[in-house]
Structures are given as structure tokens and as C-alpha cells.
């Protein structure tokens, strides 16, 4: 039987590591800021690295990003099965639902920057692509 004593909130890492956090926070802002490969590529390569981790939110988070940075639907699968050979079939089976969300979250972030919240091309929100 499970115990029923129930489980403190315990601290972040940015609260229990204020000066480790900031230096990791560093370190990874470097990372994004490489030139090559591009940006979407970067986030389908995580994409990869959270698939073989079997990481459900880092899964989601770099589909996100990768479609915020102009991925298909295509190439986000394709990331997922690139996975299979030497991983297996199941991690990117398992990944799919939480890739799939993150996706339809970043294109959904790219159309509100461009001002098309409903998707249809243009910025005027009545669902029909004329202005």
C-alpha cells in the first residue's frame, strides 16, 4: 500500500542553487545562441535526445519550439522515427501524443505572431482567409 503521508513542496534548483541555475541558464543561452546548425535544426535534435529519454515534456517542449521555428508536421515525425533503429518502436510510439501537442502549441505561438489567430491566413479573425 502506498504511503498516505503526503509529500513536502520541496525547493527548485533556482531556489536551492540561485548561482548554479543562473550559470546553467547561461550555458544553455550560449548553446541557442550557435549559428549552425540553425535554430529549427538545434530543437529536432533535442527533439531526438527526448524521444531516446523518453522525456514526455521535454518531447512536447522541442516540438514546440521546433515548429515556433518553422518545422513541419513531416520533419517532427521524421525526428521521431530516426529514433527507431537504434531505440526501438516504442519510445517514438509513446512520444507521438506529446509531440503532437507541443506542435500544434507552437504553430499556434507562430500564427499569434503573425497576427492569424485563427489560422486562416490573414489577420482579421473571422475565420475566412479574405481580408
Known sequence: MADPTPVPDTPS???VFPALHEAQRGYLAQ???????DRKTHELIRLACTVILRNG???????MLAAEFSATWE???????LTQPGFGLVPSLEALPHAR????AGVAAQEADRGDEDGDGDDDGDGDDRS
Open 13 to 15: 534548483l533556482s531556489q
Open 31 to 37: 548553446i541557442d545562441s550557435l549559428r549552425v546548425p
Open 57 to 63: 515534456p521535454g518531447i512536447e517542449r522541442h516540438a
Open 75 to 81: 520533419e517532427v515525425v521524421g525526428t521521431l522515427v
Open 101 to 104: 501537442v507541443g506542435f500544434a
